[in-house]
C-alpha cells in the first residue's frame, strides 16, 4: 500500500484509495477507490455550476452478486443532506456481477447550482431494488468536492440555472 492513499487505475489517474474509510454493510462488494475528473479528464476536487463532471468508482465483489447500484449523496458540513442521486433512480443498475471481479463504474454528471463551497460526499453499493436493497457497502465521508460560483450571485442552499426559469412582465 502506497504512502500517498492512492491506487493506480489504468495508468491514466490515481483513484483515492477509501477501503479504510468509516463504512457499514453487508460489504460483499467493497468500494476500494474512487476519484472525480472535469470535462478534461484532470483529476479536481473543484467544479464550477452547470459544468458536467465524472465520477470513478471502483468496487470489488466477494460473491455473485445481482442488480447491484451505486449511489453518491453531498452532505454540507452541518450533515445536511443536499444532493443525492443512484443509478436505481436513473434505471442503470449493473445486473450482475461474479464472484472475485472488480468492477469500474463511471458516472458523468451535471454540476448541480448549489451554494458554492466544500461537501463531503458518501458513497454507497448496494443490491436490490431502490424500495427493497441490501446495503453492501455504505462509506460515509469518502472525499469532500468543492462547488464553485458560476455567476457569483449565489447565495441560498440552491439556484436555477437560467434555462430553468422564466420571468414575464405585462
Sequence with gaps: ??????????????????????SFGEKNALITGIVFLDDNKK???????G?????????????????IAIGVLF?????????TFNSY???CILKESKANS?????????????????????IALSEGTQLNH?????IHEATTINIISSDNIDGCILSLYPEEVEYKYE
Design 89 to 91: 433512480m436513473y434505471n
Design 102 to 122: 472488480r468492477i469500474q463504474t463511471t458516472i458523468k454528471f451535471k454540476v448541480p447550482k448549489i451554494h458554492p463551497k466544500e461537501y463531503i460526499v458518501t
Design 1 to 22: 500500500e502506497s504512502a500517498d492513499k492512492t491506487i493506480e487505475i489504468n495508468k491514466q489517474f490515481q483513484l483515492i484509495d477509501i477501503s479504510n474509510s468509516d
Design 51 to 67: 459544468d458536467w463532471a465524472t465520477m470513478i468508482c471502483e468496487f470489488y465483489t466477494s460473491v455473485d452478486l445481482q442488480d
Design 134 to 138: 441490501i446495503q453492501q457497502h455504505w
Design 43 to 49: 483529476v479536481t476536487s473543484f467544479f464550477k455550476q
Design 75 to 83: 452532505k454540507d458540513s452541518l450533515n445536511n443532506e443536499i444532493l
